[in-house]
């Protein structure tokens, strides 16, 4: 649906019925359309956005791009007319890349930190190599008022770490939420 972008409608209707049961409970936050890297801004790009809105439906999408050409205010338009949340990302500062910009433009607003292993991003034997990774308090820091802001700017809000080596992603989660209560944006958890 997002790598090859050949899927006819049958498999956009397989996909929305598979989830149906998360949906009517209550338990769907937003299906993420992660992009390949290859995929750049064009119309045709944009043409495979607009269909892919007309097939998924009314249901809440998240569009992770992984190139920065998309970087650019008509990309964040067409998100906007789409309906489709900006999937904000922290990753490695290497060229091509996205930056770590925080903006919301759909209803739900999504935050995603891969990790910034820098040298395995690329060259790596095994994929989780890239995600080997643990975020330090001050690396998350810059994050809070980009939180707070994409709060104030969505109905919704999903902060994810796909820092997942040795359970570092659920170290770093522990940690920014410690951030986000301590900054009075999470009520204090219930013990």
Request: with cysteine; proline share 7%.
């Amino acid at each position: 649906m997002t790598h090859d972008r050949d899927a006819d409608e049958s498999v956009f209707s397989a996909f929305t019925r598979a989830i149906a049961p998360f949906r009517h409970d209550g338990k769907l936050a937003a299906i993420l359309a992660q992009f390949p890297f290859s995929f750049k801004p064009s119309e045709p790009s944009a043409d495979w956005l607009r269909t892919f809105r007309r097939l998924i439906g009314d249901l809440p999408v998240v569009v992770e791009f992984r190139n920065t050409e998309w970087m650019a205010e008509p990309t964040f338009a067409l998100l906007e007319e789409l309906g489709f949340g900006f999937c904000c990302v922290d990753e490695p500062k290497l060229k091509g890349l996205l930056p770590p910009v925080a903006r919301a433009t759909g209803p739900v607003a999504y935050v995603r930190f891969h990790g910034r292993n820098a040298a395995k991003w690329y060259h790596h034997d095994q994929a989780w190599e890239r995600y080997d990774y643990l975020y330090t308090r001050e690396e998350l820091s810059a994050w809070v008022p980009k939180v707070a802001a994409l709060s104030e700017h969505s109905q919704a809000l999903y902060v994810y770490f796909n820092n997942h080596y040795s359970a570092q992603a659920v170290t770093n989660a522990a940690l920014f939420r410690e951030m986000l209560t301590d900054a009075s944006l999470l009520p204090e958890p219930e013990r």
